[in-house]
T-cell receptor, first 115, second 111 residues
Framework: GAVVSQHPSWVICKSGTSVKIECRSLDFQATTMFWYRQFPKQSLMLMATSNEGSKATYEQGVEKDKFLINHASLTLSTLTVTSAHPEDSSFYIC???????????FGPGTRLTVT | QKEVEQNSGPLSVPEGAIASLNCTYSDRVSQSFFWYRQYSGKSPELIMSIYSNGDKEDGRFTAQLNKASQYVSLLIRDSQPSDSATYLCAVNQAGANNLFFGTGTRLTVIP
């Protein structure tokens, strides 16, 4: 397995503010990290693939200017939800994979509530 | 057609029984298959991976893969109430390092 941390584990923010979520790969250097969102009782939705040193690849329908992803090092990726709205309230989960492998190891997730 | 399909359930089995979870996928060139367990309110946890046709056993879990039928399954023997969770099937996307996830099957093991 692999150890992945996320911070914060939960956050409450007011509508219109921005929130930054950190994802750290603690066991190995991850050239690729993934960001998912999961609404209650729904399936995982891939938001974007984050590659170290390059721009993230966003899935169709995900606004790249609203969900800013920075993968500045091989162990850290951040997701910033800008100008958050109540409909952005969700469970945000990151995952990491080793170079050349498909297995993804998930962080514990961040529960975002926008009031 | 979805890339990965699972029966959403819920699937209920009595404690001690065998739980059988099924998954079909559409991409014939997929080579890597995974099962994740997700407890309510938690993130997914990798429990099994399988790459070759046939069975792969790990403790009470057995993954079965049939590439000709594009079918992968997970058997849980001697099911325990602690196995109650949603089980996600994931398949690699050809030409990319993404995984396609199914919508998950919710399993309830009744004491």
């Amino acid at each position: 397995g692999a150890v992945v941390s996320q911070h914060p584990s939960w956050v409450i923010c007011k509508s219109g503010t921005s929130v930054k979520i950190e994802c750290r790969s603690l066991d190995f250097q991850a050239t690729t990290m993934f960001w998912y969102r999961q609404f209650p009782k729904q399936s995982l939705m891939l938001m974007a693939t984050s590659n170290e040193g390059s721009k993230a690849t966003y899935e169709q329908g995900v606004e790249k200017d609203k969900f800013l992803i920075n993968h500045a090092s091989l162990t850290l990726s951040t997701l910033t939800v800008t100008s958050a709205h109540p409909e952005d309230s969700s469970f945000y989960i990151c995952s990491v994979s080793r170079t050349g492998a498909y297995e993804q190891y998930f962080g514990p997730g961040t529960r975002l509530t926008v009031t | 057609q979805k890339e990965v399909e699972q029966n959403s359930g819920p699937l209920s089995v009595p404690e001690g029984a065998i739980a059988s979870l099924n998954c079909t996928y559409s991409d014939r060139v997929s080579q890597s298959f995974f099962w994740y367990r997700q407890y309510s309110g938690k993130s997914p946890e990798l429990i099994m991976s399988i790459y070759s046709n046939g069975d792969k056993e790990d403790g009470r879990f057995t993954a079965q893969l049939n590439k000709a039928s594009q079918y992968v399954s997970l058997l849980i023997r001697d099911s325990q109430p602690s196995d109650s969770a949603t089980y996600l099937c994931a398949v690699n996307q050809a030409g990319a390092n993404n995984l396609f996830f199914g919508t998950g099957t919710r399993l309830t093991v009744i004491p």
